[in-house]
Nanobody, 113 residues
Framework: VQLVESGGGLVQPGGSLRLSCAASGFTFSRYDMSWYRQPPGKARELVAFISYSGSRTNYADSVKGRFTISRDNAKNTVYLQMNSLKPEDTAVYYC???????WGQGTQVTVSS
């Protein structure tokens, strides 16, 4: 099993980024997927969840209306579109599959002017 995140970087407040997580080594379309993040000095927290079919999504209150999770089962990839970014969104972002048994290496997102 391998999960590889990409798309992070430095962005100004109000800007946007799109994270991708490429999955391999398992039947991607059978697994719910999630994005988590770990801000500096803080615990890892759930950001967004998407069901295996993409029919259900859930978001942390702090990102509702700004972030959108999606997936392409044909490409074995899950995405996180992040808009209206705030400095408090600065964190390392990870993707994981249910039941949280495998994680990617993370991608750094820094929101700063």
């Amino acid at each position: 099993v391998q999960l590889v995140e990409s798309g992070g970087g430095l962005v100004q407040p109000g800007g946007s980024l799109r994270l991708s997580c490429a999955a391999s080594g398992f039947t991607f379309s059978r697994y719910d997927m999630s994005w988590y993040r770990q801000p500096p000095g803080k615990a890892r927290e759930l950001v967004a969840f998407i069901s295996y079919s993409g029919s259900r999504t859930n978001y942390a209150d702090s990102v509702k209306g700004r972030f959108t999770i999606s997936r392409d089962n044909a490409k074995n990839t899950v995405y996180l579109q992040m808009n209206s970014l705030k400095p408090e969104d600065t964190a390392v972002y990870y993707c994981t599959r249910a039941p949280l048994d495998y994680w990617g290496q993370g991608t750094q997102v820094t929101v700063s002017s």
